[in-house]
Each structure stands twice: as C-alpha cells, then as structure tokens.
C-alpha cells in the first residue's frame, strides 16, 4: 500500500505557474508508474503526465511544452511544475502510482490515489 499527499494547488491567473508535489508514504522504486491526473467539474479524469520506468517522461497534448513531472526518488516525492497556465487548466490534480509490469505507464489503471489539489486559472 502506498500513500499519496499532494500539495501546491493554489489560484493563479492565466499566463501564471504553479508548482505541484505529491509526497509517498514509502519508497515507490522505479518499477511503479508514477503519474499526474486532473478533472474538471462534469469532465472526466485524465492523465496530464507520467514518468515511465525507465525514466521518460510522456504527457497529455494539451499540456506538451508547459508541464513538466519529475521524479525525486530520495525524497520519495513527484513533482509536477506547470507554466504558462490556462483557464482550461483548471481543475483538481491528482497524484497516482502503480506497480509497473511492462508497457507505457499511460496504459495502466492506477492503483494508488491521492485526495487532489485544486488548480484555478483565472482569465
């Protein structure tokens, strides 16, 4: 069993960056997927961005070249830095984590959650 606890939402307005951490009870090693996930009021869940066994990174189209997850497995913690913020960004964010057993980490069901943090992006 793994615990997530995200923190860093916050309101920002448009054009404006936030930082988001998502802190594990226990060491995830690198064969867990580890990913970032939103969803809007009356939207549903999607994947933003995920950080792949093997270090790579991949993410969501709408958000390529303005979000960046990372990974620091010493400090048991997953980041994601999100810049150049939309209103379409709003949302809660979600961190997740699951064992990894082959193919790209965007495929799988997590298994684990944490509760979210707001993002709101004024225009």
């Known amino acids: 069993q793994v615990q997530l606890v995200e923190s860093g939402g916050g309101s920002v307005q448009a054009g404006g960056s936030l930082r988001l951490s998502c802190v594990a009870s226990?060491?995830?090693?690198?064969?867990?997927?580890m990913g970032w996930f939103r969803q809007a009021p009356g939207k549903e869940r999607e994947g933003v961005a995920h950080?792949?066994?093997?270090?790579?990174?991949n993410y969501a189209d709408s958000v390529k070249g303005r979000f960046i997850i990372s990974r620091d497995n010493a400090k048991n913690t997953l980041y994601l830095q999100m810049d150049s913020l939309k209103p379409e960004d709003t949302a809660m964010y979600y961190c997740?984590?699951?064992?990894?057993?082959?193919?790209?980490?965007?495929?799988?069901?997590?298994?684990?959650w944490g509760q979210g943090t707001q993002v709101t992006v004024s225009s």
């Open positions: 226990r060491h995830t090693p690198s064969t867990y997927c």
């Open positions: 997740a984590a699951t064992p990894w057993f082959g193919d790209m980490c965007s495929r799988y069901v997590y298994a684990f």
């Open positions: 950080v792949e066994s093997d270090g790579s990174t």
